[in-house]
């Protein structure tokens, strides 16, 4: 008598429930994964509250920190200055008194384009923002702008 091999048995349906289930598992945990948004659930003693200038500020790390940015005579007084390629915007609401923001509007996303009487604007829908502390001045935006960290080492205004 000639022995054949046998084939294996197909899979039982639990079998394969399992292997469904641990891969719907795999990707639920993928999609669960730490992000950007993880900040914006600290407490609110871990929020930004405004654009600090101190080097132990307490304003978010902004990317690239450390970075030169401007000149302070470069920030106008009562005004401020985009920096399109960092995506902040520093301004100088008082003699010598520096805070920095996200110019990116918090609407729909454009970016900020300029700083004039008083306010942050976006240019895409009109939204204005305190050069102050950011908060909503006109919508349609409703939520202000997340503060930035800087710091002033000399006549320099810095990331970070």
Do not use: W
């Not at 394969?16 to 639920?28: K, N, Q």
């Not at 609401?93 to 918090?106: D, N």
């Not at 976006?122 to 950011?134: A, F, L, N």
């Amino acid at each position: 008598m000639t022995h054949q091999p046998q084939e294996p048995a197909p899979p039982c349906r639990r079998t394969v429930i399992a292997a469904v289930g641990g891969m719907g598992l795999a990707a639920a945990l993928t999609a669960c994964g730490g992000s950007d948004s993880d900040a914006k659930d600290a407490p609110d003693s871990e929020q930004p509250k405004d654009g600090a200038t101190t080097p132990g500020g307490d304003a978010a790390d902004p990317p690239g920190g450390g970075q030169a940015l401007a000149k302070t005579s470069e920030i106008p007084q009562g005004g401020g200055k985009v920096f399109e390629a960092h995506k902040v915007v520093v301004t100088q609401p008082a003699k010598g008194q520096f805070k920095a923001f996200s110019a990116v509007c918090t609407h729909q996303g454009c970016l900020v384009r300029d700083v004039s009487n008083g306010t942050i604007n976006c240019p895409c829908h009109g939204s204005k923002y305190s050069v102050e502390d950011g908060s909503v001045r006109h919508g349609p935006a409703t939520k202000p702008l997340p503060a930035t960290r800087i710091s002033v080492q000399g006549d320099s205004v810095q990331l970070g």
